[in-house]
């Protein structure tokens, strides 16, 4: 995972001063504090968080019973997947467990970006093979490890 995510950042310090730029003026850092939230379940998630620093948890709710899907760290992308990707409600919940500073991208920005400056076409397929490559590592562990060591794996 660490080599797609190595990809991604020289990818990013490659690009043309142009596109740096428009990538550059629809990001925006921003700091959250513990206990807040990026997304609601039932909204719609309209925005990427690209992790700085801090920690956030995705989860939903069953029954009243809160299930954490993924914990994610620096340089990890906090988003509901399908959310975003088909602009329909969510039905997970992001909220930051770490106070967290993040570079948050809105979807239609990065949308009309693509459109000017082509070569995020690139970037966005890079971060969906991303996305592809730890889905799939993740279903893998969840078939053939037992809880305790896909615990132990996040620490």
């Known amino acids: 995972?660490?080599?797609?995510?190595?990809?991604?950042?020289?990818?990013?310090?490659?690009?043309?001063?142009?596109?740096?730029?428009?990538?550059?003026?629809?990001?925006?850092?921003?700091?959250?504090?513990?206990?807040?939230?990026?997304?609601?379940?039932?909204?719609?998630?309209?925005?990427?968080?690209?992790?700085?620093?801090?920690?956030?948890?995705?989860?939903?709710?069953?029954?009243g019973k809160e299930i954490t899907t993924e914990l994610l760290f620096e340089n990890d992308i906090a988003v509901s997947f399908q959310s975003y990707t088909l602009q329909k409600p969510s039905n997970e919940i992001i909220q930051v467990i770490a106070d967290t500073t993040v570079s948050k991208m809105e979807y239609k920005s990065f949308q009309q970006a693509k459109l000017e400056f082509p070569k995020l076409m690139q970037l966005d397929l890079l971060m969906t093979e991303y996305y592809a490559l730890w889905l799939e590592k993740r279903l893998f562990e969840f078939s053939t490890l037992d809880a305790t060591q896909r615990y132990l794996l996040l620490m």
């Open 1 to 63: 995972m660490n080599e797609q995510l190595d990809k991604i950042n020289l990818f990013i310090t490659r690009l043309d001063t142009d596109t740096q730029a428009g990538l550059n003026h629809i990001s925006k850092s921003q700091a959250y504090k513990k206990g807040e939230i990026l997304l609601r379940q039932g909204e719609i998630c309209k925005y990427s968080f690209w992790i700085e620093k801090g920690i956030v948890r995705k989860y939903y709710l069953n029954d």
